[in-house]
């Protein structure tokens, strides 16, 4: 089994590039642990920050755009058939944007607990696709800008992990 850390360090910016659109369609691999790995070797020096917060960014952006129009073409139905997500928290996160709007969109995708289901809210209301793009784009930066900083400054120390987990 190839994990994360392995993927960055043999595909570098790519297999960042390459996590990101899995994560920003699938929510997988979770983006935390990836910024926070990635941030350990921006520290060290194997990459450069604003190229890797870039292509994270990009990425997600692409897997969310992905998941957008997958909901866009093909309604609720789509997300349901694959069980990626529970409906009572689609039906909750729909709630709310039909409430806030864009300014949602935006925040949403800077809390972890709700970022993953930004797409599909957006995709069930048409959102227009270049604004859809441009907030998933801006807030993604935001984010990895946030996670790389964690892992730049407390790379792999054992104690700081233990205490958050």
Same mark, same amino acid.
């Given at each position: 089994?190839?994990?994360?850390?392995?993927?960055?360090?043999?595909?570098?910016?790519?297999?960042?590039?390459?996590?990101?659109?899995?994560? #920003?369609? =699938?929510?997988?691999?979770?983006?935390? *642990? $990836?910024?926070?790995?990635?941030?350990?070797?921006? /520290? %060290? @020096?194997?990459?450069?920050?604003?190229?890797?917060?870039?292509? #994270?960014? =990009?990425?997600?952006?692409?897997?969310? *755009? $992905?998941?957008?129009?997958?909901?866009?073409?093909? /309604? %609720? @139905?789509?997300?349901?058939?694959?069980?990626?997500?529970?409906?009572?928290?689609?039906?909750?996160?729909?709630?709310?944007?039909?409430?806030?709007?864009?300014?949602?969109?935006?925040?949403?995708?800077?809390?972890?607990?709700?970022?993953?289901?930004?797409?599909?809210?957006?995709?069930?209301?048409?959102?227009?696709?270049?604004?859809?793009?441009?907030?998933?784009?801006?807030?993604?930066?935001?984010?990895?800008?946030?996670?790389?900083?964690?892992?730049?400054?407390?790379?792999?120390?054992?104690?700081?992990?233990?205490?958050?987990?």
């Amino acid at each position: 089994m190839i994990d994360i850390e392995s993927i960055i360090l043999g595909s570098s910016y790519l297999g960042i590039f390459g996590l990101m659109i899995a994560n #920003g369609f =699938l929510s997988f691999p979770s983006s935390q *642990i $990836l910024y926070i790995i990635v941030g350990y070797f921006v /520290g %060290i @020096g194997t990459l450069g920050l604003i190229p890797a917060s870039i292509l #994270g960014a =990009l990425g997600n952006t692409i897997g969310n *755009i $992905l998941m957008y129009e997958a909901v866009r073409a093909h /309604g %609720i @139905g789509y997300v349901k058939k694959f069980q990626l997500f529970r409906e009572n928290d689609i039906l909750k996160v729909q709630h709310v944007f039909k409430k806030k709007g864009l300014w949602f969109l935006f925040i949403g995708k800077l809390l972890p607990a709700i970022k993953v289901f930004i797409p599909i809210p957006a995709g069930l209301a048409k959102v227009h696709r270049g604004i859809f793009a441009s907030i998933m784009l801006s807030a993604s930066w935001i984010w990895s800008l946030i996670f790389i900083s964690i892992g730049y400054f407390f790379g792999k120390s054992a104690t700081v992990w233990k205490s958050y987990g």
